[in-house]
């Protein structure tokens, strides 16, 4: 054996380094194939490959939401912390402007003889008269919201529309969050292909057994692939004893994952943007206009003030056109304006702090929660994946071998 092993050193030495290679590969194939590709590739519904996160989309969009509603974001909680006063006094430049266009341009389509033989003095007075009731009005208008949150929006729904519609969305939220226990997966195949090729270099020399390669090989990727999720994942509290301790790695980084997860739902999936547009665009969007023109109604009335007998019998159907109209006028004007006011209703809402916050206060459970999805129920997959591949890498080993 010796004789054997000073003859081919070499092919001795290369074992533990393609062993090394295959936990590498496999590691690498099998990361890749949990995240891609987005859609299926094959002839369905068999004969091909999507990845394990996209194809699950449904089920692990739901599963994120229910945790993100039941454990760390309330709407009722998110529409409290506005601040009116202060979104008011920061948006009252742009309030304002958009106030004088719209008095001016409705005035123009209801009541322009009116209006163009109106002083401009006098029209300056009716403008600002709108202009210094807005802060009341949107104050009202919150309050209606705050007081019917659940009947003008479906943030749940929306959620779950996003990441299933954007599976691009779900994989980043999944490389995101767990990008070092990804990079983890692949790096421990190398470290323990070498060990096991170690291993593999010893028993090949005792027997030199063409089936040994490709079983050490599919050995290699299975073990190696099942033994690194385990160590992302327990033990949940350090274990050991003195200076040798070990915990799960995602469980470790507890902090650091709680302020990337933060940053993702507040920077990509409950922006302000599109919340606005599960509210004015969903499913319950003609409650809110309601609401607005409940408001709208009353607004309008107060500006009439004491005229207000004399300008509904002079102009009743007008005043009710531009009552109607005024609704849409304000809806379409928050569409356009939406990325206006996106950096100070991010900073008004503060979800990222809210969800840091909340986030660590999960259980271990439930905190593992927030990744375990992506491999739990497909865990074999993984698994199986690696030890396929390690064991055609091993086959082609002891071809280059036996050649």
């Not at 208008?141 to 479906?154: G, K």
């Not at 691009?168 to 190398?190: D, K, T, Y």
């Not at 327990?234 to 790695?249: A, I, Y």
């Not at 019998?313 to 109607?324: G, H, I, N, P």
Request: hydrophobic share 50%; proline share 5%; aromatic share 8%.
């Amino acid at each position: 054996m010796i004789a054997d092993f000073a003859d081919n050193w070499l092919l001795y030495l290369s074992i533990p380094v393609v062993a090394a290679l295959i936990g590498w590969i496999t590691k690498i194939v099998a990361v890749e194939m949990l995240m891609r590709p987005l859609h299926f590739v094959g002839i369905p519904p068999y004969l091909g490959w999507q990845g394990v996160v996209p194809r699950a989309s449904a089920r692990m969009a739901t599963i994120a939401v229910d945790l993100m509603f039941t454990k760390l974001i309330d709407p009722q909680e998110m529409i409290d912390r506005i601040d009116v006063t202060e979104l008011t006094t920061r948006l009252r430049q742009p309030l304002d402007a958009a106030v004088d266009h719209m008095v001016r341009e409705m005035m123009m389509r209801h009541q322009p003889r009116l209006w163009v033989n109106m002083p401009p003095l006098a029209q300056r007075a009716l403008i600002e008269r709108v202009q210094e009731g807005m802060p009341q009005l949107i104050e009202e208008i919150v309050l209606d919201l705050r007081t019917n949150i659940d009947q003008v929006m479906d943030l749940r729904g929306m959620a779950i529309d996003t990441l299933v519609n954007d599976k691009a969305l779900l994989v980043e939220m999944v490389r995101r969050v767990g990008r070092n226990e990804l990079r983890f997966i692949v790096r421990s195949g190398l470290i323990f292909g070498t060990v096991l090729g170690l291993v593999q270099m010893l028993v090949w020399a005792f027997t030199h057994n063409p089936l040994l390669m490709p079983a050490f090989g599919g050995f290699t990727g299975l073990v190696t692939d099942w033994l690194a999720l385990q160590m992302i994942f327990r033990p949940v509290k350090p274990f050991g004893l003195g200076p040798f301790r070990w915990q799960g790695m995602f469980h470790r980084r507890r902090e650091n994952v709680c302020a990337d997860y933060a940053d993702l739902i507040a920077n990509e999936i409950f922006t302000p943007a599109k919340i606005l547009e599960a509210v004015l665009e969903g499913e319950r969007a003609d409650r809110l206009a309601s609401l607005l023109a409940h408001r709208m109604r009353v607004f309008v009335d107060g500006q009439a003030g004491p005229a207000k007998p004399l300008v509904m019998l002079v102009a009743k159907d007008a005043v009710t056109a531009l009552e109607t109209e005024a609704v849409t006028y304000v809806l379409d004007y928050i569409r356009t304006a939406a990325t206006l006011f996106d950096k100070q209703a991010i900073e008004s809402l503060d979800m990222q702090s809210l969800v840091v916050e909340k986030t660590r206060l999960l259980t271990d459970d439930e905190y593992e929660g927030l990744l375990r999805p992506a491999f739990k129920q497909d865990e074999w997959k993984l698994v199986a994946i690696g030890a396929v591949l390690g064991f055609l890498v091993g086959e082609l080993q002891v071809q280059l071998i036996l050649g």
